[in-house]
């Protein structure tokens, strides 16, 4: 008798459990099935009310429901796109929050055998990062002081969501260029600027280094650098006047030499690279030049005269 | 179907953007140019301004116009032009001069900085001796200060410094400033 009623209560117990797991996956199912309803409304606000709570929740490992909210959050970041700017403070939360949760959909949705929520939130993801890269290239176009770090994280979460997309892509010539082009937008920016910034020259330094950092092979990114520190040195030397007194003259000079000492070596592995490259051949012309170093700057002189007579010939 | 196709319109036509963006990222959007100032002479002028300033001259050499006269070096007379003339040494105006044999006769010149070598510059301090000129050198690193000369430029450790013959100095009846004394470097 006693064996009949454990039994019954090992049952009821079990019935209890599946119809509470039933329940909650059933009330799960329901809510999704409703935030994809005021979705299909463009009710998003509505659907992600609903939808959130659950995430935490009931609905912490149901593909569709993590799809739905990241899909209502990248509608209302196209929203405030069309609206306004896709960096504005609304906008980048709500693409933040949508790369988020899409992702989260596809590494649940693929675990297992893949369905169409996969696609669908590749797809998104895949419009998403191309908004990324958008706003680099606007980035770099409208550069404002300061604004590098900015970019680079556009840039970041770019490359963060191709991976998801695709571990095999590789981006990294397209952030050397991006670094090439915040060098040359914070460059742009010291010659325009009435005040020297060692801030703006520190930042054009530290882009070209890491542009040579991510490919050793880059002859522009070692030409510029080269160029930048040798100007650098020049444009101190010229900011010597009839107020400058002798001792900041030799302090001056000292720094000058620095530069230009630096930029040798990115100048000559340049040259390294390309040696028929005139611009290169007369960047070490002039640099042995300032160095004061006659014998080098006639040598490299001597081979670029050649370089240009056979071009002529 | 009419939303379906303006949808992928519209991600054609991002899709367009983006490549256009790509493509903006990776074009040449003009590099640094090297700048070709004479760094060499730019210095030479910074010094010479300084030793017109920093030294003393006999009364009767503080009348007229503060001359500094350039031989041999276009770039370098070009340079103290564009960067000083105008300004004042004491109570002089100072005036940078192009010198050939015909200005030596004609005017006095405070600083006569030269780049002759051999007879040229022999012939050049045997006219100018005993006369309050500073006559100021650049020969080789490797040849000794000319004699005859007050102060001869010379490359150490790739900057340019001076080196000082104050006997020659004292001689001219120039009175070398401290200033000018204290930088002075010995071989």
């Known amino acids: 008798m006693r064996n009949y009623i454990g039994i019954i209560l090992v049952l009821s117990l079990q019935v209890f459990a599946s119809t509470l797991s039933y329940s909650q996956n059933f009330h799960s199912d329901n809510i999704v099935d409703t935030a994809i309803d005021l979705a299909e409304q463009e009710l998003f606000d509505e659907a992600l009310k609903i939808i959130e709570p659950a995430l935490s929740n009931e609905a912490k490992d149901n593909a569709r429901a993590w799809y739905v909210a990241g899909y209502s959050h990248k509608e209302k970041f196209k929203r405030e796109v069309f609206i306004g700017s896709s960096t504005s403070g609304l906008a980048l939360s709500e693409r933040g929050k949508a790369v988020i949760q899409l992702i989260k959909a596809y590494e649940i949705d693929s675990k297992t055998t893949s369905t169409s929520i996969s696609s669908m939130s590749l797809d998104a993801l895949d419009y998403l990062s191309k908004t990324y890269m958008n706003d680099v290239v606007s980035g770099v176009r409208g550069f404002t002081r300061g604004m590098d770090e900015e970019i680079l994280e556009y840039f970041n979460e770019f490359v963060k969501i191709r991976s998801v997309i695709d571990k095999n892509e590789d981006w990294r010539s397209e952030e050397v260029e991006v670094e090439k082009n915040l060098a040359r937008a914070n460059r742009m920016l010291l010659e325009s600027t009435s005040t020297d910034s060692e801030e703006l020259f520190t930042r054009v330094i530290d882009h070209y280094n890491r542009a040579i950092e991510l490919d050793g092979d880059d002859y522009t990114s070692r030409y510029n650098l080269a160029i930048n520190l040798y100007n650098r040195g020049v444009a101190r030397l010229k900011s010597i006047d009839h107020t400058t007194a002798m001792f900041e003259l030799m302090e001056i000079q000292d720094a000058c030499v620095e530069l230009f000492e630096k930029a040798l070596n990115p100048m000559l592995a340049a040259h390294r690279m390309s040696p028929e490259r005139k611009e290169t051949l007369k960047g070490l012309v002039t640099i042995y030049k300032a160095l004061s170093n006659e014998e080098e700057s006639d040598k490299y002189k001597r081979a670029l005269e050649a370089v240009v007579k056979a071009d002529s010939e | ?187």
Do not use: C
């Open chain 2, 1 to 187: 179907m009419l939303r379906l196709g303006i949808r992928n319109i519209y991600l054609l036509l991002f899709a367009i953007v983006i490549s256009l963006s790509f493509s903006w990222l990776k074009s040449d959007q003009g590099g640094p140019k090297l700048d070709e100032a004479n760094t060499i002479a730019i210095t030479k002028a910074s010094f010479l301004f300084q030793f017109a300033r920093s030294n003393d001259w006999p009364n009767d050499k503080k009348q007229g116009n503060f001359r500094i006269g350039i031989q041999g070096n276009t770039a370098l007379y070009n340079l103290l032009v564009e960067k000083y003339a105008g300004q004042s040494i004491g109570s002089q105006m100072l005036e940078v001069v192009e010198i050939d044999d015909s200005v030596l006769m004609s005017e006095f010149i405070h600083v006569l900085y030269t780049e002759s070598e051999g007879d040229e510059l022999l012939q050049l301090i045997e006219y100018t001796a005993e006369k309050p000129i500073m006559v100021v050198t650049s020969v080789d690193a490797d040849s000794a200060m000319p004699e005859g000369a007050v102060v001869n430029f010379v490359v150490q450790t790739s900057r340019i410094r001076y080196e000082l013959d104050m006997e020659n100095a004292l001689k001219r009846g120039l009175i070398v400033g401290n200033r000018i004394l204290s930088w002075a470097i010995t071989r």
